[in-house]
């Protein structure tokens, strides 16, 4: 056990931190584990509690022993311990892997080991070695400051509970940031920050505390350390950076920070240095302004302007699904649907043609590092790309699941602007708009264009300036994958919908010529990432897609019955992932979906979707799905 890695300490009660039943008779003190909490207090190190009793008997007695205020967020209930300890370990912002759990018990040791893997766990008999290893630890806290700023955590969390949403509770917060440039007298505190920090650490570049003066000393860095506070207390130093030739060398802040919003705010105010991120971080930060709530102006005419972003941007849904259309079929059957939101491919109101590229990989991995102006270079450059495409909501809003669709991965050609990073994506690789070769059936249709109108004079300029460089691979998706994850959410998982691995036989169209084959390629590369990635989960739809007659007109679009059963299976993925109950309507909606559409085929092709069969055939269809029938 690495003893080097705890910054907390959550405690079992009885036959643990005391000795005895409590619920059973009296217990008896023990006092070397009461100086143990003292020493790891001192440490810096926090205490918590998790045990199954009465809280007012369990709190009682240790305001008793005088060391109730030593612990934070206790949880003293008779509900099991897996999920509390989780939703502790998350409501105080640490890692997982930065928790030991004592415990008397095996089978509550192995309980957290299941809902929290990679936690540290242990019986009481621990605590003499850990005792041991405290003793050589320096006290750098006497003064309890890291239990001062956690006690000021569970006091937001308490408060956080009134609040509707979280914007609102942030809006209401009044949260000051600070940046302050002399950062000489700070320098153990920061050091302290450089080396302790990984969450929120961007650069992960740890140095000595005499490379640290030296960095101070250099006239070409511009260094600064921040601080925050907020109407429930003040949080000290929680950031630091260094810009040097316009580029972070150092960019961190205290996993105190996580949720506030702090990061994006001094990002903003910097003017989006350049940023090269090392390994996960807990929030992204982007190109963007700073967020309205920290700093903020309470000028009535900033307060209607606040009240306006909180209007817009609240949501409730809770699971984003991206990709083509075709998935709206499945989402009808889900009763629970105003929790979704949907981002289809559409047709541009402005430039005509079908969007597609904002679902593409290319595009959500690189879209948080564009400027403003190689957005603007893309728009000028590409009849396929709008506006719309920049407004979408999978990093703005926070998502408990993101189900993003992989089939554009396997045929959208991919293009990278000459002299450039630009890439973008645009119609199939099998004919690459910057071929001569094909500009004729480009031009008169016969090539599939996504309705986008190519003339002779546009594809000139656009190969001008443009080269094709294929399609995804595999490993470029992996890479693609681990940063958009990163650029998420940190409490969203993302759900990654598989392609069927084997041919519609009847559609023999080019434009799915080997589809399957790169399906199978990408989804083998995806099932590996998510067996190490827990963040990351599968939606296989070759599990329920598996004949010919599953099929209605090509390899992405299949019969109702089948949406059905998918629909059912992205229930059981958000099921086994939240707490949520989402349901569907029942089967006969499948029944009536299929029956539906073979009236419409068989009494004409022409009659319009108001035509009182068809009208009466659909009310019928949701009268029984929502009746359970």
Not at 137 to 155: A, S
Not at 216 to 230: G, L, M, R, W
Not at 290 to 311: G, Y
Request: proline share 3%; with cysteine.
């Amino acid at each position: 056990m690495d003893f080097e890695k705890i910054k907390l300490v959550i405690w079992d009660l009885d036959n643990t931190f005391w000795s005895g039943t409590i619920s059973e008779g009296k217990v008896h003190s023990i006092p070397e584990n009461i100086k143990l909490l003292l020493a790891l207090t001192e440490c810096g190190i926090i205490n918590s509690i998790c045990s199954k009793n009465t809280f007012e008997v369990g709190a009682e007695k240790l305001q008793e022993l005088e060391v109730f205020d030593y612990f934070v967020f206790p949880s003293i209930d008779w509900t099991s311990k897996g999920q509390r300890i989780s939703n502790m370990i998350e409501a105080m912002s640490l890692r997982v892997e930065n928790v030991l759990f004592i415990d008397d018990e095996i089978i509550n040791q192995e309980e957290i080991k299941y809902y929290s893997p990679d936690i540290m766990v242990a019986s009481p008999d621990i605590i003499p070695q850990l005792s041991m290893y405290v003793d050589t630890l320096e006290k750098k806290d006497l003064n309890h400051t890291r239990l001062e700023h956690y006690k000021l955590l569970e006091k937001k969390g308490l408060e956080q509970k009134k609040f509707d949403n979280n914007k609102d509770f942030l809006y209401s917060s009044n949260i000051k940031v600070d940046i302050i440039t002399d950062c000489y007298p700070e320098l153990e505190r920061i050091h302290e920050l450089l080396l302790r920090s990984n969450q929120l650490n961007y650069t992960k570049k740890r140095i000595s505390k005499e490379e640290l003066k030296e960095l101070f000393d250099n006239k070409e860095a511009t260094c600064a350390y921040i601080t925050v506070n907020d109407k429930f207390g003040d949080y000290g130093i929680i950031g630091f950076y260094a810009v040097l030739n316009k580029q972070l060398e150092h960019f961190l802040f205290s996993c105190r920070a996580i949720g506030l919003g702090v990061e994006q705010y001094v990002y903003s105010k910097l003017h989006f240095p350049l940023l090269e991120v090392a390994g996960e971080v807990a929030s992204g930060v982007t190109q963007t302004e700073a967020p309205l709530w920290i700093n903020r102006d309470l000028s009535p005419e900033n307060q209607q302007a606040i009240h306006e972003t909180i209007d817009d941007t609240t949501q409730d849904a809770k699971f984003l699904i991206k990709g083509a259309c075709d998935f709206s079929q499945m989402i009808a059957y889900i009763k629970n649907n105003h929790l979704f939101k949907t981002d289809f491919n559409y047709v541009s109101q402005e430039k005509g043609g079908v969007i597609e590229s904002h679902n593409h990989s290319v595009f959500l991995a690189e879209v948080n590092d564009m400027t403003e102006s190689e957005k603007k270079e893309i728009l000028t450059d590409c009849i396929f790309i709008d506006e719309e495409m920049f407004k979408g909501s999978i990093y703005t809003n926070r998502y408990d699941i993101v189900f993003l669709s992989t089939f554009s991965e396997s045929y959208a050609g991919i293009y990278k602007k000459k002299n450039s990073d630009i890439r973008v994506t645009v119609g199939s690789y099998l004919y690459p708009i910057t071929d001569k070769n094909n500009w004729e059936g480009l031009i008169n249709g016969s090539i599939y264009t996504g309705r986008n109108r190519f003339t002779e004079e546009y594809l000139t300029r656009f190969a001008e300036k443009y080269e094709f460089i294929g399609k995804t691979t595999p490993a470029d998706y992996q890479e693609r994958i681990n940063k958009i994850v990163t650029n998420l959410d940190p409490k969203t998982k993302l759900c990654l919908i598989l392609g069927v691995e084997f041919p519609f036989k009847k559609n023999t169209d080019p434009f799915y010529k080997e589809r399957h084959i790169s399906h199978k390629q990408l989804n083998n590369a995806i099932r590996e990432m998510v067996r190490e990635n827990p963040r990351l989960l599968v939606f296989d739809l070759n599990e329920t897609v598996k004949h010919q007659f599953d099929f209605t007109h090509n390899l992405n679009e299949f019969t109702p019955r089948v949406n059905y059963d998918l629909s059912q299976k992205m229930i059981t993925i958000i099921n086994e992932s939240e707490s949520l109950k989402i349901e569907n309507y029942s089967r006969m909606f499948a029944f009536f979906d299929t029956m539906l559409n073979a009236v419409r085929r068989i009494i004409t092709q022409s009659i319009p979707q108001d035509n009182f069969v068809y009208k009466n055939l659909r009310n019928m269809y949701f009268r029984l799905g929502r009746s359970g029938n």
